[in-house]
């Protein structure tokens, strides 16, 4: 009789071990099935595009935080990206210190060239800021400004980027500013094609920010190497104070609009976000929307991730544009 009991619950035992481990291979390979379909998405939208980092998004971390902006390319590989995007007055202290001497310009190149590669990640673009007005109206001060630029191109091209963002700041005057734009531009993209380098323009303020005005210059400087890095949010055209930046904006360009325009001379793509709903859609732009001007344009290849939010943290907002993006270029 106890034998039997035992036999009983022993038959009892083995069919619930049974059961039990069917539903934990069942749960197994369904967890399993999940994670290769989200690779399959993620492979999906690398076809035809890669998403990349600008290194503004991290602004804050380097400069109220204190992150060495050399570990650029170790967050950008952990948050799952695989191009990206220098901003060079995040080494300004370091660079101005020395002068900008050629030994520190190599100095940076080596040292942002090792990082890259020790994560396997690639070099895309050069943002230059703080190297004077390539729209000035003074002809000896706008050659001054392109002058001051080469530098860039030249570590640009030793880091295998291909492109250095410039801003057209300057006069504010419409005719002269396309003038001196056109000038500067011509100058700049001359000087870089010999390095294998495009000079791309972002709407980034004052007259750049009105689209049909910036493409109207490329048009003019007709150089394959210059072109658009069209910015999904930097259409504001007139500020209360005049700055570029510093206050409310009265006067703003139709972001779709100028987006369309810019795409066809377009060499990169930025992905500008701010702020999210509940849902994870960009409150201030229709990505969906942008997304398609993008694709309707023909482009692909790299969108850079520029969050410049103050609502979520730095690293939580560029994973919400992150995810956002691969939703939307994974979607049929």
Request: charged share 30%; aromatic share 8%; with cysteine.
């Amino acid at each position: 009789m106890k034998r039997r009991y035992f036999t009983r619950n022993g038959l009892l035992t083995l069919i619930t071990i049974s059961i039990l481990g069917f539903q934990a291979c069942k749960q197994k390979k369904e967890q399993t099935t999940e994670t290769a379909t989200e690779e399959n998405e993620t492979e999906m939208m690398s076809e035809d595009f890669k998403l990349s980092l600008a290194q503004w998004s991290i602004h804050r971390m380097i400069q109220d935080e204190g992150l060495d902006p050399y570990q650029f390319a170790a967050k950008a590989k952990e948050w799952g990206f695989s191009g990206l995007e220098y901003v060079s007055q995040l080494y300004e202290d370091e660079l101005k210190s020395a002068d900008f001497s050629k030994e520190a310009m190599d100095n940076f190149v080596q040292k942002s060239l090792a990082e890259s590669q020790k994560h396997g990640l690639t070099n895309l673009i050069i943002m230059i800021d703080h190297e004077g007005d390539l729209s000035a109206a003074d002809e000896t001060e706008r050659k001054a400004a392109v002058e001051s630029h080469f530098k860039w191109v030249d570590a640009a091209a030793a880091l295998g980027c291909h492109s250095v963002r410039v801003n057209l700041m300057g006069s504010k005057v419409a005719d002269e500013w396309t003038e001196a734009s056109v000038d500067g531009l011509t100058q700049l993209s001359n000087y870089a094609k010999d390095k294998n380098i495009n000079v791309i323009v972002e709407n980034h303020g004052g007259l750049s920010s009105n689209a049909a005005m910036l493409v109207e210059v490329i048009k003019r400087v007709n150089l394959p190497n210059c072109g658009t890095l069209p910015d999904f949010g930097n259409f504001c055209v007139q500020r209360e104070d005049g700055s570029y930046f510093e206050s409310e904006c009265i006067e703003e360009y139709d972001r779709y609009k100028g987006i369309t325009e810019l795409m066809p001379y377009a060499k990169a793509v930025s992905a500008k976000s701010h702020d999210f709903d509940e849902n994870g859609n960009e409150i201030n732009t229709d990505y969906a929307r942008m997304i398609k001007i993008v694709k309707d344009a023909g482009y692909s290849g790299y969108i850079g991730v520029e969050y410049e939010g103050s609502e979520l943290g730095e690293e939580e907002g560029i994973q919400a544009t992150k995810a956002l993006l691969e939703k939307l270029l994974s979607a049929e």
